[in-house]
């Protein structure tokens, strides 16, 4: 058998869990992707991860089961990994790997594109701005969500992720009037949860304008490294020749960086923080940089990935990691959840980099920049109230302090929390802010302007 010809070989040298080691062949390429041909015949896919003089390291997608390392044949393909991609992929439920598992054959693809996307020229990027409406009152005025931008949500294991996730994807829709879909890729999920998204969207009806990419716990790791790759490179074939407005839910990041893990281990890489890779930040940059708008396109990219933060640690390599790559983070909060505040939006350590450039007159309302600006300073002082109140009785406080106090309450009750059915537009939220707002006399709400106030403010206690 000609080798430099051919391009295949047969056995291998050694077989490490996902990992295959064969001699070296000729020609073949880094991110090259092969066939592997059983003694049975069945036929799995693998990537070239590694090239040397003396051999090439390939890792399998799909389980090893059925490999015999004298009879497996090997045949590369001198081509990476690539997806058809189509419009007509909206609405439609795929694997992992971009296979759909919806019991409706592929649709016909418009083309074919490598799922490592292309590199996009820093100069040819425009910067995010523009509103997205999310429905949802503790975002669109406090960590507003921006066309192009990547803002994720820190949650932990046994918070509502799940629901906050199902809930953008049906009620978030873009201000611009361009065309809007979601994106949605899920790794290393249980059975239940993907149960749970798939009959969500069919009842709310996001399912229409949504594409999902559904990679399952028992799949194997290699296959959760390729699932977030494949859904941006249907969402960028979207918005960059399509021109629509898609918004890419990534979840759970933290499942994708135990695969990394994982991956690693078995190569025998030397560990970084917590057994992660050292190369885990430039590996996350692969895929949150992605997000964005380009010059002379109509459409963009935005994207929210969910990640779980391992022992409920805002430090973990994971949430940091992603905190030095993304524009701000969302974060989940454990006390407020057990208070049935729903969605527990934690609203002190949460932060949305961009949304100066996307709130106010003219975007979404002009008063509101000023207005969520004293809604921060109104509920840290609440929080710092509510701290001293736990040490001396609220009686013995002062009627200022006490406000504050009635303050805090309505403001979780009644603004951050509206449950997971709730859609208000950011002229309904605005609105009920200042409702909250105005228990407090003129005097201290301080950040707003007389002009505003004069607009706004709905309370009774006037000391003008």
Not at 269 to 292: L, N
Not at 312 to 331: A, F, K, N, R, S
Not at 378 to 388: D, F, G, N, Q
Request: glycine content about 6%; cysteine-free.
């Amino acid at each position: 058998m000609d080798l430099q010809i051919k391009k295949s070989y047969k056995g291998l040298k050694s077989l490490n869990g996902p990992l295959m080691v064969v001699k070296a062949v000729p020609d073949v390429s880094f991110g090259e992707l092969a066939e592997v041909t059983l003694k049975d015949g069945s036929v799995k896919l693998a990537v070239v991860i590694e090239v040397n003089k003396e051999s090439i390291i390939l890792q399998l997608y799909g389980h090893t089961s059925g490999i015999e390392p004298d009879t497996t044949q090997i045949k590369f393909l001198q081509q990476t990994f690539q997806i058809g991609v189509s419009e007509q992929m909206l609405g439609r439920v795929f694997n992992g790997l971009g296979s759909p598992i919806d019991g409706i054959r592929m649709p016909d693809a418009d083309e074919y594109r490598d799922i490592n996307g292309e590199p996009l020229n820093p100069v040819e990027r425009e910067y995010p701005h523009d509103f997205i409406q999310t429905g949802i009152s503790a975002i669109d005025v406090m960590n507003t969500l921006v066309r192009g931008q990547k803002l994720p949500i820190f949650s932990s294991a046994g918070l509502p992720h799940n629901q906050l996730a199902a809930q953008l994807t049906a009620q978030a829709k873009s201000k611009s009037g361009n065309p809007f879909a979601v994106v949605f890729a899920a790794m290393g999920i249980r059975h239940d949860d993907a149960t749970y998204f798939i009959d969500s969207f069919k009842e709310t009806g996001a399912l229409n304008t949504t594409a999902l990419f559904l990679n399952y716990a028992d799949d194997p790791a290699i296959e959760r490294l390729v699932t977030p790759r494949v859904a941006l490179t249907l969402a960028e074939y979207l918005a960059y020749d399509k021109g629509m407005d898609v918004l890419v839910i990534l979840t759970d990041m933290t499942a994708y960086a135990e695969a990394l893990r994982e991956i690693a281990a078995a190569r025998g890489e030397v560990p970084s923080r917590k057994g992660f890779p050292g190369y885990m930040y430039s590996d996350f940059s692969t895929i949150y940089e992605r997000a964005g708008r380009v010059k002379g396109r109509e459409g963009s990219v935005t994207q929210v990935p969910i990640l779980t933060m391992p022992g409920d640690d805002i430090t973990h390599p994971i949430p940091d990691l992603t905190g030095y790559i993304t524009e701000g983070q969302i974060v989940l909060d454990r006390s407020l959840n057990g208070q049935n505040i729903l969605p527990p939006i934690n609203l002190m350590p949460s932060l949305s980099r961009l949304m100066k450039d996307a709130i106010g007159k003219d975007l979404t309302r002009e008063d509101h920049p000023k207005l969520f600006m004293q809604l921060y300073a109104s509920y840290a002082k609440a929080l710092e109230v509510r701290a001293i109140a736990a040490i001396v009785s609220e009686e013995e406080m002062s009627d200022l302090d006490r406000l504050y106090l009635k303050f805090g309450r309505e403001f979780e009750n009644k603004f951050i929390n509206q449950s997971f059915h709730v859609n208000r537009s950011i002229e309904e939220s605005l609105t009920l802010a200042w409702e909250i707002l105005s228990i407090f006399p003129k005097s201290e709400l301080t950040n707003i302007s007389s002009k505003e106030l004069l607009m706004y403010y709905v309370g009774t206690q006037d000391e003008d």
